[in-house]
């Protein structure tokens, strides 16, 4: 499949998009964008400069990925939700050269209208809830909801609740697809079982 681009979007010359995209109504992309293969981009989604986007990333509805964030492969982004890039902003003092990074790594789910605060790193396969507030870095498969974030959990890589403590050691299977995981030192991962 080709990439598809909707005549009422933006996509500025110099913008890199992999195969396959499809970019939807009123999607605006900046010259600077670095983008994968197999994205989408729901309506009135904005992409700036210094943004780097992977593979197969699902950037949902009136998301602004601004300058400074990097979404890793598999990154989902559910409606609305919000991306910053200055700590303290303040309309009379510039502070672009004051941008904080955000990266979010593989597999990582951000959901509807939560907020993560510029500087920090979402890790692979979390899990944020929608409306959460993210002000600090989030392990890999944690399950985060509240304002602020809070752990409350773990998911899966299929985006299934664990049955694991928060903290400690533990072990547990996926419910839906079986998969190992083990938590050590209050560490989750996925145990490479043989095939």
Same mark, same amino acid.
């Given at each position: 499949m080709?990439t598809?681009i909707?005549p009422s979007?933006?996509v500025? &010359?110099?913008?890199?998009l992999g195969a396959?995209?499809? #970019?939807?109504?009123?999607?605006h992309?900046?010259a600077?964008a670095r983008i994968g293969a197999r994205c989408?981009? =729901?309506?009135?989604?904005?992409?700036g400069d210094?943004?780097?986007i992977?593979?197969d990333v699902?950037?949902?509805?009136?998301?602004?990925v601004?300058d !400074?964030?990097?979404l890793e492969d598999?990154?989902?982004?559910g409606p609305? +939700?919000?991306f /910053? %890039?200055?700590? %303290?902003?303040?309309?009379a003092?510039?502070?672009?050269?004051e941008? @904080?990074?955000?990266?979010?790594?593989?597999g990582?789910?951000?959901g509807? %209208?939560c907020?993560?605060?510029?500087?920090? /790193?979402?890790g692979?396969? !979390?899990?944020v809830g &929608?409306?959460?507030v #993210?002000n600090?870095?989030?392990p890999d498969f944690?399950? +985060?909801?509240?304002?602020? &974030?809070?752990? #409350?959990?773990? +998911?899966? @890589?299929h985006?299934?609740?664990?049955?694991?403590p928060l903290s400690g050691?533990g !072990?547990a @299977?996926?419910? &839906?697809?079986g998969? @190992?995981?083990?938590?050590r030192g =209050?560490?989750?991962?996925r #145990?490479e079982?043989?095939?």
């Open positions: 080709a598809t909707h979007a933006i500025d &010359a110099g913008a890199v396959d995209c499809r #970019v939807w109504h009123f999607v992309i900046s600077g989408s981009f =729901g309506q009135n989604v904005y992409v210094d943004v780097r992977g593979d699902k950037i949902q509805n009136n998301v602004s601004y !400074a964030v990097t598999q990154v989902f982004c609305s +939700m919000v /910053t %890039n200055v700590y %303290n902003p303040r309309a003092v510039p502070r672009k050269s941008y @904080r990074r955000t990266l979010v790594r593989r990582a789910t951000l509807a %209208n907020t993560v605060v510029c500087g920090t /790193t979402i692979a396969f !979390a899990f &929608a409306g959460a #993210v600090r870095d989030v944690a399950l +985060m909801v509240g304002v602020p &974030a809070r752990q #409350v959990g773990w +998911m899966s @890589r985006g299934e609740r664990l049955n694991l050691d !072990a @299977r996926c419910p &839906a697809t998969e @190992r995981y083990q938590l =209050g560490v989750c991962s #145990v079982e043989p095939a």
